[in-house]
């Protein structure tokens, strides 16, 4: 038992300082039609991409400016509109599965090269998370 106290508390140490936290951002908080902007890497598992065949997607690396700047600019583009665009992946989830959308800022653009980002019209009200992507490099 000691043993297992030891580990996890050698974790809880370790862990934090090795991952770095996203700014949580909220453009519109109160709406249920969200855009979740996904910057710190994701596995994708979903037969709409690259042919089924599963792939990782790299975090962004992006410091915390560069990620704010980004939230600014998008977040002006939807400000018309009833949208909440966000990092919080607490918020995306609480939305509908009918209204929203994780794009994922990632430099993983092997499997589509040529184009600067990606995603399927209509997507956002799917009700079944496939995921856009906007390349980074």
Same mark, same amino acid.
């Given at each position: 038992?000691?043993?297992?106290?030891?580990?996890?508390?050698?974790?809880?140490?370790?862990?934090?300082?090795?991952?770095?936290?996203?700014?949580?951002?909220?453009?519109?908080?109160?709406?249920?039609? /969200?855009? %979740?902007?996904? @910057?710190?890497?994701?596995?994708?598992? =979903?037969?709409?991409?690259?042919?089924? !065949? #599963?792939?990782?997607?790299?975090?962004?690396?992006?410091?915390?400016?560069?990620?704010?700047?980004?939230?600014?600019?998008?977040?002006?583009?939807?400000?018309?509109?009833?949208?909440?665009?966000? /990092?919080? %992946?607490?918020? @995306?989830?609480?939305?509908?599965?009918? =209204?929203?959308?994780?794009?994922?800022? !990632? #430099?993983?653009?092997?499997?589509?090269?040529?184009?600067?980002?990606?995603?399927?019209?209509?997507?956002?009200?799917?009700?079944?998370?496939?995921?856009?992507?906007?390349?980074?490099?």
């Amino acid at each position: 038992m000691k043993f297992l106290f030891a580990f996890m508390t050698v974790l809880g140490i370790i862990v934090p300082t090795m991952t770095s936290a996203i700014p949580t951002l909220n453009s519109h908080p109160s709406s249920t039609a /969200t855009i %979740l902007l996904d @910057f710190d890497g994701q596995d994708i598992n =979903n037969s709409m991409w690259n042919f089924g !065949t #599963p792939f990782n997607c790299l975090p962004a690396g992006l410091n915390d400016d560069q990620i704010t700047e980004i939230f600014n600019g998008v977040s002006e583009d939807f400000r018309p509109f009833e949208v909440n665009v966000t /990092t919080d %992946l607490a918020k @995306f989830f609480a939305a509908p599965l009918t =209204n929203r959308i994780r794009v994922i800022i !990632t #430099p993983t653009s092997d499997w589509s090269p040529y184009v600067s980002g990606i995603a399927y019209v209509g997507s956002f009200t799917w009700g079944d998370d496939t995921p856009c992507f906007v390349f980074s490099d």
